[in-house]
């Protein structure tokens, strides 16, 4: 496993990087956004940690440019106590998870392998590059849906939670079942946002709103995926 590690202070990276190949990772530093971002460019890697204060390109940058082109990388944000703000923000910009510095070493390695653990699962779920459900079709390499209407650009949250509703299809799957999944294990939106993300997936999708045929609400619970074609 390649990681990417992104942090301008030198006791710090040199702290972190020691302990990641200790624990068997394979670590690649970078020590402000710039080479953060052509290191990016130029090989691959399972997961990023991200400082947000750095010289040169923030982290939030980093990670914004980042999304643009690959929307899969495993990131864990890193930043000072009183920024919650720009914790927020990353979390926005898509990171999949944070710790406060200053943090445990062991810690930052149990947060890494839930992460990969997590999108390592995804990567190997039987289905799914592309799915088809009446007039429309989803490829979830490019983020791009077909439908009656013609072509949406789905954003990452709502692929993953279309993903995850079409992986367990025919079952039902509750707000709970689909924060952990999405949004992982310590960042909570209210229930409420995955509401708004369930109509905003039934207006792309679905003939007829107010009597979904693939999206269905289960009262009380959450959610179903049905296709009666398959
Ligand atoms: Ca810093």
Redesign the pocket.
Known sequence: MRILLV???VSLRKLVSLNLSMEGYEVETAENGQVALAKLDEAYYDLMIL?L??PKVSGLDVLTTLRLTNAKLPVIITSAKDSSSDRIQGLKEGADDYLVKPFEIEELVIRIQRLLERTQNQVTDPILESYTFGPNHINFETFVGETAQGKVELKQKELLILKFLIAKKNQVVSRQDILRKVWGYDVYPSTRTIDNFISSLRKYFEEDIKNPKYILSVRGIGYKFVNNSD
């Open positions: 942090e301008d202070e400082d204060m750095l």
